[in-house]
């Protein structure tokens, strides 16, 4: 399985920004499928924004507009930019890797897609947007 490391999470008042990074190394297929998930206490883990191995990108409604999925492929790290961030989106986010799930589910099954859809995870990062 590829292993994944996540970092860039922190503290931040509302409105400002953070860019997550997570690095993939032990790459055994040529493209994977990713995604970032965050959870809180209590909560189920739930995708935030999805991007399939053709590249194409999908985002939960309470990010779109504000969170950006991409990735540098020759790097092999997948980010998520995030910006106006508001207090509800503090959580522990992940990032997630699978070499086999399709863009169709991504761009169209990103709200269901649970910890069992994706072989791979990181550790997750800490994000905490104070008011």
């Known amino acids: 399985r590829v292993q994944l490391t996540e970092s860039g999470g922190g503290s931040v008042q509302a409105g400002g920004s953070l860019r997550l990074s997570c690095t993939l190394s032990?790459?055994?297929?040529?493209?994977?499928?990713m995604a970032w998930f965050r959870q809180t206490p209590g909560k189920r883990r739930e995708a935030v924004a999805g991007i399939a191995d053709d590249g194409s990108t999908s985002y939960a409604d309470s990010v779109k507009g504000r969170f950006t999925i991409s990735q540098d492929t020759a790097k092999n790290i997948l980010y998520l930019q995030m910006d106006n961030l508001k207090p509800e989106d503090t959580a522990m986010y992940y990032c997630?890797?699978?070499?086999?799930?399709?863009?169709?589910?991504?761009?169209?099954?990103?709200?269901?897609?649970?910890?069992?859809?994706?072989?791979?995870w990181g550790q997750g990062t800490q994000v905490t947007v104070s008011s």
């Open positions: 032990g790459k055994t297929y040529s493209t994977y499928a």
């Open positions: 997630a890797a699978d070499p086999f799930l399709g863009p169709l589910r991504i761009m169209t099954a990103l709200r269901v897609l649970g910890v069992e859809d994706f072989e791979s």
